[in-house]
C-alpha cells in the first residue's frame, strides 16, 4: 500500500544535539512538506520542497534544515540553534496541482530531555 | 497574507449534530479542507470543496461554503463518541503554488 511513513515515533533529545527526522514516501508525490504542531497553534510550516534537490523555507525554518536528495525522501534536522524544540512534527506529501489532498505521515513527537 | 481561523474548542452530546466553523481570508479560487486528527496521529483528509461550490454532502459530513463571506463549516450529522477529535480547516490557493494554509484546529468533545 503507499503512503508516507514516520520514524521514529518518540525521539528524545540531549540540549545541544542535532536530531534527524526521517520522511519517507511511495506515493510518487513531486512536493513534501515539514509541519510543527504546537497545542492550540494548529500546523505551522517548517520547510516544504517541489522537486529534488529544491526546497523553500516556511514560516518557522530557524533551527531547522532539510535535504531532498530522493524523490521519496525529505529528512529533517532539528539543530541545536531551535531554541524550543520539543513539539509533534508531522510531514506531508502532495501531487502536482492546487487541488489535490496533503497525505500525512503518524507524526514524530520530539522531546527535548 | 492568507490566514485560516477557527474556533478551538467545541462539546456536543452523542447524536447531535455537531458544526465546526472557519472563516478564510484568500479571495482567489481556492480549494477548502477539512482534515482530521486523532490523538497522537497525523491527519486525514475527510472532505473538500471548491470555491465555485455552496455546498457538499458525503454521509453524516456536510460542508457548507458562504464565499462572499468566506466562511466555511463543516456539520457532522448523529456524532458519535469516535468523532472526538482535532478538526483542521484548510486552504489552497490556485496562485499559492503548493502551499496548503491550516487553521488552529477545533477539538470536539463528544460526551455520551
Known amino acids: 500500500d503507499g503512503g508516507i511513513t514516520q520514524s521514529p515515533k518518540y525521539l528524545f533529545r540531549k540540549e545541544g544535539q542535532n536530531v534527524t527526522l526521517s520522511c519517507e514516501q511511495n506515493?510518487?508525490?513531486?512536493?513534501m512538506y515539514w509541519y510543527r504542531q504546537d497545542p492550540g497553534q494548529g500546523l505551522r510550516l517548517i520547510y516544504y520542497s517541489q522537486i529534488v534537490n529544491d526546497f523553500q523555507k516556511g514560516d518557522i525554518a530557524e533551527g531547522y534544515s532539510v535535504s531532498r536528495e530522493k524523490k521519496e525522501s525529505f529528512p529533517l534536522t532539528v539543530t541545536s540553534a531551535q531554541k524550543n524544540p520539543t513539539a509533534f512534527y508531522l510531514c506531508a506529501s502532495t501531487s502536482q496541482g492546487a487541488g489535490t489532498e496533503a497525505f500525512f505521515g503518524q507524526g514524530t513527537r520530539l522531546t527535548v530531555v | 497574507g492568507e490566514d485560516v481561523e477557527q474556533s478551538l474548542f467545541l462539546s456536543v452530546r452523542e447524536g447531535d449534530s455537531s458544526v465546526i466553523n472557519c472563516t478564510y481570508t484568500d479571495s482567489s479560487s481556492t480549494y477548502l479542507y477539512w482534515y482530521k486528527q486523532e490523538p497522537g496521529a497525523g491527519l486525514q483528509l475527510l472532505t473538500y470543496?471548491?470555491?465555485?461550490?455552496d455546498m457538499k454532502q458525503d454521509q453524516r459530513l456536510t460542508v457548507l461554503l458562504n464565499k462572499k463571506d468566506k466562511h466555511l463549516s463543516l456539520r457532522i450529522a448523529d456524532t458519535q463518541t469516535g468523532d472526538s477529535a482535532i478538526y483542521f480547516c484548510a486552504e489552497r490557493s490556485l496562485t499559492g503554488g503548493f502551499k496548503t494554509i491550516f487553521g488552529a484546529g477545533t477539538r470536539l468533545f463528544v460526551k455520551a
Open positions: 506515493l510518487n508525490h513531486d512536493a
Open positions: 470543496i471548491f470555491s465555485n461550490m
